[in-house]
């Protein structure tokens, strides 16, 4: 079936540097892909859609400049978290819709794992 | 705005033992209803949907029933095994946001023992 692969699953900085965090679609092409982010024992809030060769739309109170979102090609799309703080740590999560999955609808999302950031 | 409310966790249950984990939601219009599971170091997954009123989503012997009058979307399954062990997440897909565009609930952590 559809994978969806998140890289890397965990990661550690500094505040005030920068982290990038990779979805990629792995045996299918994806139009569109989603960036989610999870607060302990709190919903997943979805902070931007991100279409491919276009730029990304942000959720209402989402900073653009702070997550940005680049989605070059139909099977990879980046998170780049700019200067981090520690307010940042939480878990991000990439979902990309199989344009080419016609039986299964356009409901149907592919999640990634999760990428667990901590910023000291 | 569109919520989804779904109860906390964890849920402990011994094998074979009856799950109910309840979903409630808020919108506006008739939203698809999901319910996704995610099993330790793995993605979200779908486990069953339903896209109308009264309509039953079932998969691997969960079942859950849209009721439109008390706006919810309850997961049951009548004898849950240890493999059932995982986050269970209530989501909607709001009319106007497109069907790609799901809210999810905070996720019920269940944990079945043998």
Redesign the interface.
């Known amino acids: 079936g559809a994978v ?1 692969s ?1 890289h890397p699953s965990w990661v550690i900085c500094k505040s005030g540097t920068s982290v990038k965090i990779e979805c990629r679609s792995l045996d299918f092409q994806a139009t ?1 892909m ?1 960036w ?1 982010r999870q607060f302990p ?4 809030m ?1 902070m931007a ?1 991100s279409n491919e060769g276009s730029k990304a739309t942000y959720e209402q109170g989402v900073e653009k400049d702070k997550f940005l979102i680049n989605h070059a090609s139909l099977t990879l799309s980046t998170l780049t978290v700019t200067s981090a703080h520690p307010e940042d740590s939480s878990f991000y ?1 990439c ?1 990309a ?1 199989n344009a080419g999955d016609y039986l299964s ?10 990428s667990r950031l901590t910023v000291l | 705005g569109d919520s989804v409310t779904q109860m906390e966790g964890p849920v402990t249950l011994s094998e074979e033992a009856f799950l109910t984990i309840n979903c409630t939601y808020t919108a506006t219009g008739y939203p698809s209803l999901f319910w996704y599971v995610q099993y330790p170091g793995e993605g979200l997954q779908l486990l069953l949907k339903a896209t109308k009123a009264d309509d039953k989503g079932s998969n691997k012997g969960f079942e859950a029933t849209y009721r439109k009058e008390t706006t919810s979307f309850h997961l049951e399954k009548g004898s849950v095994q240890v493999s059932d062990s995982a986050v269970y997440f209530c989501a909607l897909s709001p009319l106007s946001g497109g069907y790609n565009k799901l809210i999810f609930g905070a996720g019920t952590r269940l944990a079945v023992h043998p």
């Open positions: 969806v998140q569109t989603f989610y024992k709190q919903s997943l979805l859609t999560i979902s819709n609808g356009a409901n149907v999302l592919t999640f990634g794992a999760g």
